[in-house]
């Protein structure tokens, strides 16, 4: 299948309220799809239906052998919950099978030390937090990524380093790659085609069509700022 | 008050899954609802009591129905669980309050240790070591679930079984109390110890033995000294397990 991903006329309501309506798009094998929309329009209520954690109509089909890493939006964790990173992370090799070594590749990949990993996940600061959760959703070998909101809770500086990591993880890895953000500047230098969720008629295509001036105006409201580079 | 071998091995197994089994209650901000689940036993025990049966089975017939039932309703409706336990096990008060009257409510209510049939030790036992072997050998997935439930789901984990079999193992914890702590208290044994070790530890490991370790002790301490002051047990359980929470919290502050 050329496609990792095939929605077909995906709806979905949440307590009576159509969220989604008659949504179809593909996601070619190993491309990176970004998801951008105003508050509200859907997007994470897309990504949870995708993984299967919310009721849907229509029809979400993988390709065969799919393994999605999901990482969601910025988690409400307790800042003293006695759990380690390393814990977290060995709770994948246990349950999925995948050898320990695994985790340490993860981590490498994301550029989280080890010294970090061993701490316990409340202590964490935004961005290592994120980029542990990213470390556990590559163990396995996935060939799907799906990442909610990247940059939530990370800094201006932190932001860029991450988005630089998940391009350089994406080409290491071969993944397909399934993202939420809000960064536009980002999603035109990074995306090879744009999901745009919006009150009236979600569009799908490349950037350099979807991330037009008129169009942004008319799905957020307002003009937003982003540069081309 | 003696104390047996029996009776003894029957309290540290009970404490053993009350430790553990609150490591999870505690992470998972449920430390209240916990408490006013161990109510529900309440109307299955004022049943068993009218039907002359034994009053610990009633206990947990009731507490796994109303497992079921929360688990349930939680799943048809949109009604967040704290509400639904809030409703359900007020409820189950309030009836089992009207089913067992006089000195059986208080026992009922606070426990009442009194001699154990070799059955009651044996199933006992049992159920103690189900519910640690469940919490030891699940730990990894019921933790994955504790950070994001989503995460859970593309680990592969089938989050509303383990869920339940959460709730039910949680459900045979207290009903393993009953008869120490009475239904007011046995909620305690399972969140004190449990909330200590989480203001203690630093990991995982640490915490489950810390929880076990602040259980156990203050169970059989709390035997000892109840037997020697001539007071119920349960209450002084509690009251060294509290005890030993405060302790924690001096002895964090460096």
């Known amino acids: ?229 | 008050m003696t104390m047996s071998w029996t009776g003894l091995a029957l309290s540290i197994g009970m404490a053993v899954a009350a430790g553990l089994v609150g490591c999870f209650a505690v992470m998972r901000r449920m430390a209240l609802a916990s408490d006013a689940m161990s109510h529900v036993a309440l109307p299955g025990i004022g049943l068993a009591l009218v039907l002359h049966l034994h009053p610990a089975l009633g206990g947990l017939a009731a507490l796994l129905v109303g497992t079921l039932l929360i688990w349930g309703l939680e799943r048809q409706t949109r009604i967040s669980t704290e509400t639904l336990i809030g409703v359900v096990f007020s409820l189950a008060l309030a009836v089992g309050s009207m089913l067992a009257t006089g000195d059986e409510l208080v026992d009922a209510l606070l426990g009442a240790p009194g001699t154990l049939e070799p059955w009651e030790l044996a199933l006992g036992l049992a159920g103690a070591a189900a519910v640690a072997v469940f919490v030891l050998t699940q730990r990894s997935r019921l933790v994955i679930a504790l950070v994001s439930s989503d995460i859970a789901r593309t680990t592969g984990i089938p989050v509303a079984r383990l869920e339940l079999l959460y709730l039910l193992a949680f459900s045979l914890t207290v009903a393993l109390g009953l008869r120490y702590l009475g239904v007011l208290l046995m909620g305690s044994l399972v969140i004190i110890p449990a909330a200590t070790a989480k203001h203690l530890a630093r990991s995982l490991d640490g915490m489950f033995a810390i929880a076990v370790a602040v259980a156990v002790s203050a169970t059989l301490a709390g035997e000892v000294l109840a037997a020697s002051i001539h007071r119920p047990t349960g209450p002084v359980i509690i009251a060294i397990a509290a005890a030993l929470f405060l302790a924690s919290l001096l002895a964090r502050r460096r």
């Not at chain 1, 990792?4 to 990176?32: H, K, N, W, Y």
């Not at chain 1, 998801?35 to 995708?50: D, E, M, Q, S, Y």
């Not at chain 1, 536009?184 to 744009?194: C, E, I, K, M, T």
């Open chain 1, 1 to 229: 299948m050329p496609n990792a991903l095939e929605v077909e006329q995906l709806t979905v309501r949440l307590g009576g309220t159509v969220i989604l309506r008659d949504l179809g798009f593909t996601v070619p094998t190993g491309s990176a799809l970004a998801v951008i929309g105003p508050n509200g329009a859907g997007k994470t209520v897309l990504f949870r239906a995708l993984i299967g954690a919310l009721p849907y109509q229509g029809s979400v089909r993988w390709a065969p052998g799919t393994r999605i890493g999901y990482v969601p939006q910025k988690l409400d964790i307790e800042r003293d919950l006695p759990i380690t990173g390393r814990d977290f992370l060995r709770a994948k090799t246990s349950v999925t099978g995948t050898p320990g070594h695994d985790a340490d590749r993860a981590l490498e990949l994301v550029n989280l030390p080890p010294a970090v990993a061993a701490q316990p996940v409340g202590t964490l600061s935004g961005g290592q937090f994120q980029r542990l959760l990213l470390a556990f959703a590559l163990m396995g070998r996935p060939t799907v990524l799906l990442f909610d909101e990247p940059t939530a809770g990370v800094d201006e500086p932190g932001e860029e380093r991450l988005y630089e990591m998940i391009r350089r993880v994406q080409q290491a890895e071969g993944l397909t790659l399934l993202l939420i953000s809000h960064e536009l500047s980002v999603v035109y230098r990074h995306a090879n085609n744009v999901l745009c969720l919006s009150r009236d008629r979600p569009t799908l295509g490349p950037p350099e069509e979807i991330l037009t001036p008129e169009r942004i105006e008319q799905v957020y409201g307002a003009p937003l700022k982003y540069h081309h580079h």
